[in-house]
C-alpha cells in the first residue's frame, strides 16, 4: 500500500522545531523570481537564506540572463524592505538573503535530454532535469556547510512535487545533508507568488526554459488560434 506523503505538513513539523534557536542555513535552488518569491517570503522568517541560481535548462542565453536579473532584483528589494525595517525600528519579517549565481551549463542539460527529446513536458526529461539541477544544488550545498537544501520548484503546478522531493532524499543521503521537504503550492503559496510577481513587476515566463517546453508552448497556443 502507497502511503501519500503531506510535504507541507512535514515542512510544518520541520519549521516548529527551529522557532527558538539560530537559524540555519539554507541552500535555495530557484528556478526563477517569480516562482521564488513566495518561497523566499515564506521560509526567511525561519533560515538564513543563500539562493542558488543554477539553470542549465534554459536553452537561449539571452533568456537565461533575462531570468537571472530578475532573481537578483527580487533579492534585492526584499534586502532593502527588511532594512528599512530595522533602521525603522520594526519588527522584522526575516533575514537577509545572499545569491550564488551557477554556471550557465546548457551543454549538460542536453547531454541528459539525449534520446528523451520526445516526452511531454512533464516526463522522464523533466525528471533527469531535476535530478541534474538538484544535485548540483546538494554537492554545493555540502561543500559549503549549509545545513539544508531545497528547490522552489514544488511551488509550480506543472512540476511534479513527490519526484522533486524523492530526487531531494536520494541526494541527501548521498552527499549527507539535510533536505527540506516542500510542496510550495500549497497553502495558496503559487496563487501568493502570482501576486508577489504583480507586485513587484516580475518577468513572468510561459514555459520552463527549455527549447522542448518552448516548443510545446507555441504548439499548443497554435492549435488555440
Known sequence: MNVVRNYQKELDKILTGLENG????????????????????????Y????????NPNISMEQEYRKRVEEQKRLISAYNENLDKEISDGRETTGYLIDIVEGDYEPEYFYQIAKGLEQCPEGGERCFACYELRLKKTAEAAAKSGFDYFATTLTISPLKNAVKLNEIGEQLANEYNICWLPSDFKKRNGYKRSIELSQEYGLYRQDYCGCIYSKMERESVKKDRE
Open 47 to 54: 533560515f538564513k537564506i543563500t539562493v542558488f541560481y543554477y
Open 22 to 45: 539560530e537559524p540555519p542555513k539554507l541552500f535555495l535552488h530557484s528556478c526563477c523570481a517569480p516562482c521564488s518569491s513566495y518561497v523566499l517570503e515564506y521560509l526567511r522568517q
